[in-house]
């Protein structure tokens, strides 16, 4: 809106590709041909969070995003205190991702999917599956450095209440990795941004010249 014929802005296609444009008369442009910034991270990560009350998740979605998470999917689990949304706060989060992700100079849309339940998560037959989890973890966050290998993981943090034992052995079952994070109790909010920012922060490509 600020923008006056003959400025430059940059453009994106949300698919991990920029340009840079000159704007003309009546909100027409120009642009240079697609290129690859190379901001995004190198490790694709979906976030699987428990869905919080009040803008606590609105909240989650945008630091997530600007960290450089891939998707992030909803989960409605025993002890949340949101046990319904709607289509329309759905779209919300998403233009939340929007927003953003242009922020922060990102060029990949990170897709906000509907919210599932906890017990409709998929199976794992992989390592990339960690959950956060307060209590009989087995894996501290200091030993993050086994998984640094991996290219892709999915991270499932619960919500304010946290998970009951009875939906970690559920999970476990079906193959996700119980997390701990240390001795401090971290807010629902909090929690999935430490481990967004141990697996992502230096895995961002080189910006071009």
């Given at each position: 809106m600020r923008l006056r014929p003959g400025?430059?802005?940059?453009?994106?296609?949300?698919?991990?590709?920029?340009?840079?444009?000159?704007?003309g008369e009546g909100g027409?442009?120009?642009a240079s041909a697609?290129?690859?910034?190379?901001?995004?991270?190198s490790r694709k990560i979906s976030l699987y969070a428990g869905l919080t009350k009040g803008e606590k998740f609105d909240w989650l979605v945008e630091k997530a995003v600007e960290l450089g998470v891939e998707r992030?999917?909803?989960v409605i689990s025993q002890n949340c205190v949101v046990k319904k949304t709607s289509e329309a706060k759905t779209e919300r989060w998403q233009k939340i991702a929007l927003g953003a992700m242009l922020q922060c100079?990102?060029?990949v849309l990170p897709e906000v999917s509907p919210p599932v339940y906890l017990k409709d998560l998929p199976e794992i037959d992989d390592e990339s599956a960690l959950v956060l989890y307060e209590q009989g973890a087995n894996v501290e966050a200091a030993c993050f450095a086994d998984f640094a290998a991996l290219k892709k993981y999915r991270i499932l943090t619960g919500p304010e209440g946290g998970f009951s034992p009875e939906?970690?052995?559920g999970l476990q079952k079906r193959g996700w990795q119980t997390v701990w994070l240390g001795p401090r109790i971290f807010r629902a909010e909090t929690a999935p941004l430490i481990v967004l920012s141990v697996l992502l922060c230096g895995s961002w490509g080189k910006v071009k010249p």
């Open positions: 400025d430059v802005f940059v453009v994106t296609d949300g698919c991990g590709h920029e340009a840079e444009a000159v704007l027409s442009y120009s697609w290129q690859k910034p190379g901001r995004e991270p992030i999917v909803p100079g990102g060029c939906e970690i052995v």
